[in-house]
């Protein structure tokens, strides 16, 4: 029986097809915690991984995987983290929170713009460009 990827909207399927196409599916942790984690990287509502829940390569970052032997292995503690949610399940950026961070925040985002306005606004020397004033006359 073929199994199909946990993650919400992934229809990706154990086959042939998917092999030849270098997907590979990674059973949930038997450690619970972590377990839990990746439960909560899906983000489905009500959802509790079975043992035979599998997640396709398409939710690990290329870093997570040990690609060293025969056989494609996560990284011990890797945690899913790639995925399209839709809107209703995206998280909202959270911003700063006091007014004192805000601040600190806006002054830098001011010093950037000061900082990109001199650099158009000055002509930079060239390295072929020589100053006059500054070199030696040797008699």
Do not use: Y
Request: one cysteine or more.
């Amino acid at each position: 029986m073929p199994e199909h990827c946990a993650a919400f909207s992934c229809s990706n399927r154990r086959t042939i097809a998917s092999r030849a196409r270098g997907i590979t599916f990674h059973k949930f942790p038997k450690d619970k915690d972590v377990r839990k984690k990746w439960e909560v990287a899906l983000r489905r509502e009500g959802f509790h991984a079975s043992d035979t829940s599998v997640l396709c390569s398409h939710h690990f970052n290329q870093g997570d995987f040990d690609r060293t032997g025969q056989i494609v292995r996560l990284r011990d503690g890797v945690i899913p983290s790639v995925f399209s949610f839709p809107v209703h399940l995206q998280r909202l950026e959270k911003g700063r929170a006091t007014s004192s961070s805000r601040r600190a925040e806006e002054s830098l985002s001011v010093a950037s713009q000061d900082s990109q306005e001199m650099a158009t606004s000055s002509p930079q020397p060239q390295p072929n460009d020589v100053n006059i004033s500054t070199l030696n006359v040797i008699s």
